[in-house]
Structures are given as structure tokens and as C-alpha cells.
């Protein structure tokens, strides 16, 4: 089992910056890599960016990349999404989650493959 936390939500102008944290409990040396993803009312669950635990590699959607990093701590108990020139596009609920194993080395962005869930965390861009 894996229990997932996310923080560090809230309202922000757009040009403005927010990180958000998501603190990782119990096997989490199972997890093979940790995604986030985001939820606006209407729309389906898409892909942001995802992160290996071993060897830190990162993927990014096109519509965050270069305004957005993720990250993990050395302890790898915590993963941080940094989130730079925000825009009111990229209001929704955030969420961390993490998938046990990679077939083939791939990180997947199908929000299915993933197997632990947050709770998620409301982001909130205003105009």
C-alpha cells in the first residue's frame, strides 16, 4: 500500500508561481514512478508530468513544459511539481499518484495505468 498526501494548493494571479507537494507513506520503494495529473471541472483527468524514482528521470506534458518541474526529495518520500508562469488555463484539481511497475522502462501518462491516488489539491489561476 501506498497513501499519498498532496499541499501547497490555492489562488495565485496568473504570471505567479505555486509548488505543490505530494508526501508519500508506506512501500513507497515499490512505486517505479510518480506522476501528477490534473482535473478541471468538465474535463477529463490529463497528464502533467511524472517522475522515475530511481533514476529521476522526467516527462512533461507539452501545455507545461518549461513552466513547470518535478522533483523528488533524496529521501524519495516527497515529490514537488514547481509550477512557474501560471495560467488560467491550468486551474483544476491536482493530483499525485503512483504506479508500481514500468512495463518496458515506460512511464505511463494514461491516468488508468497508475495504481495509488491523492486527494488532490484545488489550484485556482485568476485572470
Known amino acids: 500500500q501506498v497513501q499519498l498526501v498532496e499541499s501547497g494548493g490555492g489562488l495565485v494571479q496568473a504570471g505567479g508561481s505555486l509548488r505543490l507537494s505530494c508526501a508519500a507513506a508506506?512501500?513507497?520503494?515499490?512505486?517505479?514512478?510518480m506522476g501528477w495529473f490534473r482535473q478541471a471541472p468538465g474535463k477529463e483527468r490529463e497528464f502533467v508530468a511524472a517522475?522515475?524514482?530511481?533514476?529521476?528521470?522526467?516527462y512533461y506534458a507539452d501545455s507545461v513544459k518549461g513552466r513547470f518541474t518535478i522533483s523528488r526529495d533524496n529521501a524519495k518520500t516527497t515529490v514537488y511539481l514547481q509550477m512557474n508562469t501560471l495560467k488560467p488555463e491550468d486551474t483544476a484539481v491536482y493530483y499525485c499518484?503512483?504506479?508500481?511497475?514500468?512495463?518496458?522502462?515506460?512511464?505511463?501518462?494514461?491516468?488508468?495505468?497508475?495504481?495509488?491516488w491523492g486527494q488532490g489539491t484545488q489550484v485556482t489561476v485568476s485572470s
Open positions: 517522475i522515475r524514482w530511481s533514476a529521476g528521470s522526467t
Open positions: 499518484a503512483a504506479v508500481l511497475t514500468l512495463y518496458s522502462g515506460y512511464v505511463p501518462a494514461a491516468a488508468s495505468a497508475y495504481d495509488y
Open positions: 508506506g512501500r513507497t520503494f515499490s512505486s517505479s514512478a
